[in-house]
């Protein structure tokens, strides 16, 4: 089977300890995370993480079947690149005056897309969002101008055939609805209930 990027969506409940239990699962097996992100998602107290890595799908599909073993994952997806929306965003840092001296600033931002977020008298930072290779584009671009620092955030991603978790939540919750929850009975009688 050939090696590829798939993005592992697992939905959560947000709980400490859990991100180093699923690094865990990660080095374990010595798969190296190209990129993690954590984020609230549309349900209210359910999280959502998205995990890159290049492996065969056959080691992505054990991978996900060990995340969604622990007890407060949801719900684990994976997918290949083609079958998700992703971008990531990047910020870089240049020297104004070597900016202002050298370049056309505002051809360089519409070329790639980029904007001035903050711009002082002693650098100016530009934001891009999209993919790595155009994100790493503008990083070859801004090097002859002296570029002093470059940061680029972890990749964010939808499914593209996905109805969101929110749905398949609502439908198993009309499937199987939960029970009125019930009073402890023996909460009044803790002493002769938990007394050896």
């Not at 865990?24 to 998602?41: D, G, M, Q, V």
């Not at 600033?105 to 897309?113: A, I, M, S, T």
């Amino acid at each position: 089977m050939e090696r590829q990027e798939y993005n592992i969506t697992a939905y959560t409940e947000n709980q400490v300890g859990l991100l180093n239990r699923i690094a865990i699962i990660f080095s374990r097996r010595k798969i190296n995370i190209e990129s993690l992100n954590t984020s609230p998602s549309e349900v209210e107290g359910i999280h959502r993480f998205n995990i890159v890595i290049t492996e065969t799908e056959e080691v992505v599909r054990k991978l996900a079947g060990q995340i969604e073993k622990q007890v407060e994952v949801l719900k684990v997806y994976y997918n290949p690149n083609a079958d998700v929306v992703w971008q990531e965003m990047a910020l870089y840092k240049v020297p104004t005056d070597v900016i202002a001296e050298k370049a056309l600033v505002e051809r360089l931002l519409r070329e790639h897309g980029a904007r001035a977020v903050v711009i002082r008298k002693d650098y100016t930072v530009f934001e891009t969002t999209g993919h790595r290779e155009e994100t790493d584009k503008l990083v070859q671009v801004l090097q002859p101008y002296g570029l002093i620092e470059f940061v680029r955030s972890a990749r964010i991603a939808i499914i593209k055939a996905s109805d969101g978790f929110h749905r398949k939540l609502q439908e198993f919750e009309r499937r199987e609805p939960s029970e009125d929850v019930a009073e402890n009975e023996f909460l009044n009688e803790r002493e002769d209930v938990f007394t050896m």
